[in-house]
Every structure is written in C-alpha cells, then in structure tokens.
C-alpha cells in the first residue's frame, strides 16, 4: 500500500475562469485509489465512501466530497462516464441530505475530531468551500436549481464568525481566515483555507457575485501577507497553531500543486516562488532527511516551548 500511495501525483487540473466550471483545480483523480484499493477508506453498498475506527463505521464528509468531484472529474474526461455520474448524483445526494441550517446558511457539521481536540458538531471552511464547488457542478450537470439555491446556501457560511459557530476569522493585521479546524485557538491550516477559497471563487465565476470576488480578493491578501509563515528553509508545515512539517506526500501533492494553482489564478508572483522553492526542496536529498528528523523533533520542540511558556 505504501508503494501505491508514493506513487500518487495529485498535479494542477483545470485552471479557468469560465462560467463554466468543467474539472476541478487541482486533478485529485489519481487519489481514487485511495478508496478503491482501502487505504483510507471504502465503498459501503450505495457507494459511499466511510472509514473505519476500531470498531465504529465512520461517514467523512470530506472524503465524499472529494469522492463527488473525481467522479465529476471523470464525466468531463468521458472516464466511464455514464458509470460516474451515477456515483456522483449518489454522494450529491447523499451530501444535500447532510446538510442542515445555521443562521441563515446551510453547513454540514462534523464528528469530534481528536488531531485539534474539536468537540462534535463544528464547521469546517474547507468543507463548505470543497461543498459548493460540488453543488455548483451538480447544478451545471443536471440543471436542477436546487443545488445552486444550496451553493447559496452554504456561501453564506463564509460570513458566520468562529465566535458565533462558524469558521470565519479576521486576525489583528486585518486578514480574512476561513480555518479547516475550527480550534479555539486559531490554527489556520494552509491548505484548508485555499481549497475554501476554491469554493469562493467557484461561486463568483458561475453567479458573477460580487461579495464572492471581494471575498476572494480578501483571501488572497490575507496569502500575501502570511504565506512565509509556512516555510522553513528546508521545507513547508501544515498550520500556525502545531507548525507540524508536513510528509513528503503532501509537500508533493498538496502544498506544491496549490502554490502553482494559485499562481496560475492570480498571475502572483509570490505563489509561484513557493512552487518552486518547495518542489526544489523535495528533490533535496538534504532536506528531505532533516525533514524525517525533524518531523519527530519539531513537535517535541513545540510541547517543550508551550510548556516553559506557560
């Protein structure tokens, strides 16, 4: 399993500004081996994917999510397609029916999650923003207005504050956070907050929403400004609140391929440089050594620092 997992290439997908929206940003098809061949997890008999811990059959929305857009992924590439889209009107349905209101928006809450000490129920910006790029597609594919009423739905949670239950949060410099994990202490996990910004950007190229271009916009300032604080010289980490290294796997296939996206969707420079700077690093054989070291001292470092602090 290993072997197959290192294997994986998560690259750049479609980058576009259409109305349209077609495949996805990034191409996250080859990761279907991940529930076909039971790495993370598995099909139950309607076709949805779960995990399971210990004992207990677990339903990841995120993991369904992600599950809908490859399939939507192989309609556009005409993979089977008629076999696709049947498994995409599945988890389509099967999300819609998750979904349940807060305020004046509509989320999907989560189970209690032991990695950021989250009690059940809380909200993720990565969930909504990955959640409307999926009913946004599910609208354009069966022209069923119900799904784009869902997409507005689930835009309004981007402005439910973390204080209030939701996952916004603008930091003393002004900037605009939609967290992953919504922690009691902002934990501000990169990769979570772009893949919300996705959701967003999404949502303005289908409605032409302006509040959705100026919250894009926001999100991307709020790159600009904080995006060093993810590097290191040898490598990148998750979030600001652990500043775990990340494995070799997702410095390949989750902080490099963003970076590039983000550049090809801004012209930026910066996310260019990022690109760069950490594939370089991952064709280090240096750094990618004092990465393994360092990804069991760091976070002993981290709990010593917390510890002589308080």
Same mark, same amino acid.
């Given at each position: 399993m290993a072997g197959i997992v290192n294997e994986i290439n998560l690259g750049v997908g479609n980058i576009s500004h259409d109305t349209i929206l077609g495949c996805y940003y990034q191409d996250i098809t080859p990761g +279907?081996?991940?529930?076909?061949?039971?790495i993370f997890a598995a099909?139950?008999?309607n076709g949805i994917p779960y995990t399971i811990n210990g004992a207990k059959k677990s339903y990841a929305p995120i993991i369904t999510i992600q599950y809908a857009l490859m399939q939507y992924d192989f309609i556009v590439k005409r993979v089977d397609s008629e076999k696709s889209k049947v498994t995409f009107i599945r988890c389509l349905n099967w999300l819609e029916k998750r979904c349940e209101s807060l305020a004046d928006s509509m989320v999907i809450k989560n189970e209690a999650n032991s990695q950021y000490g989250i009690p059940e129920g809380w909200v993720s910006g990565m969930i909504q923003g990955q959640l409307i790029s999926v009913f946004l597609r599910g609208y354009q594919l069966l022209g069923d207005e119900k799904y784009l009423d869902l997409a507005h739905r689930?835009?309004?949670?981007?402005? +439910?504050e973390y204080e209030q239950g939701g996952f916004r949060r603008v930091d003393e410099h002004g900037c605009v956070w939609f967290e992953e994990f919504a922690t009691k202490k902002p934990s501000f996990v990169l990769n979570g907050?772009?893949?919300?910004?996705?959701?967003?950007?999404?949502?303005y190229r289908v409605t032409s929403n302006e509040d959705s271009k100026k919250l894009w916009n926001d999100c991307v300032r709020t790159l600009e400004v904080n995006l060093h604080k993810y590097d290191v010289w040898y490598w990148s980490v998750y979030d600001q609140a652990k500043k775990q290294?990340?494995?070799?796997y997702y410095q390949k296939n989750v902080h490099v391929p963003i970076m590039k996206i983000m550049f090809q969707l801004t012209g930026n420079v910066i996310f260019s440089y990022f690109a760069t700077k950490w594939e370089k690093n991952l064709n280090n054989k240096f750094h990618r050594l004092l990465t393994v070291i360092m990804y069991r001292i760091k976070p002993r470092l981290h709990k010593l620092h917390s510890f002589l602090k308080n």
């Open positions: +279907i081996v991940h529930v076909e061949k039971g099909l139950d008999e689930c835009f309004r949670s981007f402005y +439910i907050f772009i893949y919300a910004m996705f959701g967003i950007y999404d949502y290294l990340v494995s070799y």
